[in-house]
């Protein structure tokens, strides 16, 4: 944005705990407001900010290091902008926006900030929406290449073979998926280590851990990325015959979230009797319906490393249960990119234009 008029700066990602988040400055005093806010990352000389060359920098209040920030210089649609990409604390972002502001930027909401950009054509405009609430940077990356790719395959959509245009349409259904919430369910007996995994995937400690049966009396969900695409996942109250009602009524509310989830994870336990997890998942296997997308997990293998013939490791070989350790880390690649399979994940590729919306796969 150039010229007259007003510098606005606004927070393109989701205002909530992330890994990152992403404020926007564009405006005729862009420029003189970044030199006041920003420093190079050795010294204390404003940077030179050229175009798409990112730059790391200090984002400093006086003598005081608000954060540090990757700093990169675009243009979009002829408008250019300054994207500052920070750490995502909410703290950090409020600091960062009250410090441009009283460098004279204006405040603005993401979804006024975004129109200025005058987006020519319908597809890019819905993607320029999407990318606002984009809650990782696999996933933002992803929607920036369907942003140049995307419009000139569906203009050309009367020329498509019949394969192009149903692996198209296979392909868009999972992104559309995607944008719209995909959802995880964890699910499995009591001590199975359920909350423990959903912190290891979520990658920070989200949901109590505990030896208790019964900690976890009602659902929990967070933001986890498999693969680096972004996930709802549900940490349930373990399942198992108990005469406490706020407990039993945890377990009924957990199962009925659990059966509209796009996948549901079961947890075993691995030092649990081959019996018992045999029939953990026969009651699953009989509670829902056989359409009910599944991955097995049986957790703790650190703990029967030295003795792999305990008990269990016949149920775990019956059950194709993959192994995984959510203390230790192991098998957690396997398992994310087996769940990553199920949810049609490895279908989004960077190349391969996809539809973002109902309206952009309705219209062909």
Known sequence: M???GPTRAAVLTPQAPGAIAVIAVSG??????LSRVLRHRTDDRPPKIAARRPVLCRIVDEDAVVDDAI???IRRDGIVSVELSTHGGVRIVQRTLQLLERHGAEITQAELFESAWRADHPVRREIDLALIGATSRRLAGWLLTQRRILPPFLDRRSSWSREEADAFRARSEVAIRMIEGLHVAIIGPPNAGKSTLANRLIGRDRVIASETPGTTRDWVSETAF???????????AGIRETDCPIESEAIRRGSVLAAGADVVL????AEAPSAESVD???SIEARWSRDQPRVLATNKIDLIGANPRTRSEQAITALSA?????????????????IAAVLGIGMLKDDLPTACSRDQLNST
């Not at 993959?322 to 087996?338: H, N, P, Q, Y």
């Open 226 to 236: 498999i693969h680096g695409w972004p996930v709802t996942l549900t940490d349930t």
């Open 71 to 73: 700093v990169t210089r």
């Open 280 to 282: 953990f998942v026969a």
């Open 28 to 33: 005729p005093r862009t420029d003189t407001i």
């Open 322 to 338: 993959i192994k995984i350790s959510a203390l230790t880390g192991a098998g957690i690649d396997r398992l994310e990119s087996e």
């Open 266 to 269: 079961v947890v075993l336990d």
């Open 2 to 4: 150039t010229g007259c």
